[in-house]
């Protein structure tokens, strides 16, 4: 039976789809929220975020709207690369294990959201308010106070995902939001036409005859929809184009002379920054209102989804007094260094796209015209590294395996060995209707790697009932202790982990591996389990966590 909440609802602060999914995740721990968004309503303007990742699906899954948000949008498992009229590289994204979803899916973000609300609307915990503009905030030790639309809401917890513009609740948490812009411009084309056999693809351009000197990325989107993205000079006028007939022109060099439709379009610059701290007290801050990055990569929206999930379970188990309240500075530790990952990945990525000087010109020149036929040249040519999990290694919350140390960063595209820090691979288990990352997301799980599994089934094995027992000792909340032998009847999952006689795994609530454990070392899985959930660590003063791997420029 679901813990009843203790506390007053939980305040989120925005509705964007940051803060939808992290309503719905607390939801989904028995924790109720009050969503606050100074909107009159939902904007249903643009396309804006169309790229979703596999791994965020997954998340959205676990609150009813991932498999209907892949299934209405179009998947896409091959990134071409162009460099004038030759393509330099095409590469195929793959993942271990049996995944639920494709690498990617593109849908545009008004109708993401918009399946999002539908899942709110169906969801008694979440109180969504319209119209109501946060005014003030204070906070004591025992929660915060949110001065709001005339109202002054006492909350345990709240949680700041208004979005870019948020820069009065920046300046009232004292945050520095430290970065750059660059000055060139992105012009946007939502274009509705018919391109066979570019429904499957994401196809990118170095200086093309039809853009020379610039960059243009293409993305397929539904009912036959293309997202082009074209860069322009800093002095681009959208409207003079438009009545000039240049912009018409414009799409013909990429379209032809089939009939098109422009669905939306828009200008943008992009900006580069991040806030100093993501937590402040029972205060965190997520998605583009704590980090912005260029879209090359598709890193925002998606890095901002891993914010919601990474601030709900950690929220809640602190609010249900299965972890003590330092769990929240870890959100700060792994999520800050995410997105400082994510900035160093988009700045490399623009640096390479708008050169900064002309020694970087010249060596973007030099890699581009070396691509075509040299391997080694290829891997330095960064048209965005695509999103991925943000690797958890040197998090407080992470047991090290010496035996199974964080690699490098694989080449793009592909998945890293499964290790304590990485997103464990996913598949289906034995049984039928549900998959391991639906499991470990229901609380801890501990994966046992052994052979047999009793006659009494996996529930009577003396090696599970033992750890259950040792797990329930640790007093770190919901745990649930499988054989991976049960559940991987056709060894889909152990090929992926690499999995090892006499371990236990041990996955954190947001289905990264915390730990792998000799299974005979019960004081071992007691310390890794308390570990996860930071009781076992001094977390306030283990520092900023910093990049799970280096990654070099042109990794992408």
Not at 5 to 33: D, I, N
Request: proline fraction near 8%.
């Amino acid at each position: 039976m679901m813990q009843t909440w203790p506390h007053a609802p939980v305040v989120v602060l925005g509705a964007g789809p940051v803060g939808q999914t992290a309503a719905l995740l607390l939801a989904r721990w028995g924790v109720p929220t009050t969503v606050l968004d100074q909107r009159p309503a939902r904007d249903r303007i643009g396309s804006k975020a169309i790229c979703q990742q596999r791994d965020v699906l997954d998340i959205w899954e676990s609150v009813g709207a991932g498999a209907r948000i892949a299934a209405e949008g179009v998947t896409w498992t091959t990134a071409r690369t162009f460099h004038r009229d030759g393509e330099l590289f095409s590469y195929e994204i793959s993942e271990p294990g049996r995944p639920a979803f494709p690498p990617f899916v593109n849908i545009s973000q008004t109708r993401t959201e918009e399946i999002l609300d539908e899942c709110i609307g169906a969801e008694p915990l979440v109180d969504l308010r319209w119209g109501t503009r946060v005014e003030h905030v204070e906070q004591d030790g025992a929660g915060v106070l949110v001065h709001a639309g005339g109202e002054r809401i006492r909350a345990p917890f709240l949680l700041v995902c208004g979005g870019a513009r948020s820069e009065e609740m920046r300046a009232l948490l004292g945050c520095r939001f430290e970065g750059r812009s660059f000055d060139d411009r992105f012009l946007i084309c939502d274009i509705r036409a018919d391109l066979p056999g570019w429904a499957t693809e994401r196809r990118f351009y170095f200086d093309p005859v039809w853009n020379p000197g610039r960059q243009v990325l293409i993305h397929p989107c539904p009912d036959s929809t293309f997202r082009i993205d074209w860069q322009v000079p800093a002095g681009y006028d959208l409207d003079e184009e438009k009545a000039s007939g240049a912009l018409d022109r414009r799409i013909r060099a990429i379209v032809g002379h089939r009939p098109y439709e422009i669905v939306w379009s828009s200008v943008y610059r992009f900006q580069s920054r991040c806030v100093d701290r993501m937590r402040h007290g029972r205060i965190l801050i997520a998605g583009d209102a704590a980090h912005l990055v260029s879209p090359f990569g598709a890193r925002g929206l998606n890095s901002g989804v891993a914010d919601a999930e990474n601030a709900a379970w950690k929220i809640a188990y602190v609010g249900f007094g299965h972890a003590p309240e330092e769990l929240l500075e870890s959100y700060h530790h792994e999520r800050h260094a995410a997105a400082r990952e994510n900035l160093e990945v988009t700045t490399a990525t623009m640096d390479f796209l708008v050169p900064p000087d002309e020694d970087r010109a010249r060596h973007r020149v030099d890699v581009l015209t070396r691509a075509a036929t040299d391997l080694a040249a290829r891997a330095k040519v960064d048209s965005g590294r695509l999103a991925e999990p943000f690797w958890y290694a040197a998090s407080p919350l992470t047991t090290p395996d010496p035996g199974r140390p964080a690699p490098a960063r694989p080449p793009r595209g592909t998945a890293p060995a499964a290790a304590p820090g990485v997103l464990v691979p996913d598949g289906p288990v034995a049984g039928g209707g549900t998959r391991l990352r639906a499991i470990a997301r229901s609380g801890l799980l501990l994966l046992t790697v052994d052979e047999e599994t009793g006659p009494a089934g996996p529930a009577g094995h003396p090696v599970t009932a033992g750890l259950l027992a040792v797990a329930v000792r640790a007093g770190v909340g919901p745990v649930r202790v499988e054989p991976l032998a049960a559940l991987d009847r056709d060894g889909v999952l152990r090929e992926a982990l690499g999995a090892r006689p006499g371990e236990v795994w041990v996955i954190r609530p947001d289905a990264h591996v915390a730990a792998v454990v000799p299974i005979l070392d019960t004081d071992g899985v007691v310390r890794a389990v308390r570990r996860a959930v930071g009781a076992e660590h001094d977390i306030g003063s283990a520092g900023a966590v910093g990049p799970a791997a280096e990654v070099p420029a042109g990794s992408g």
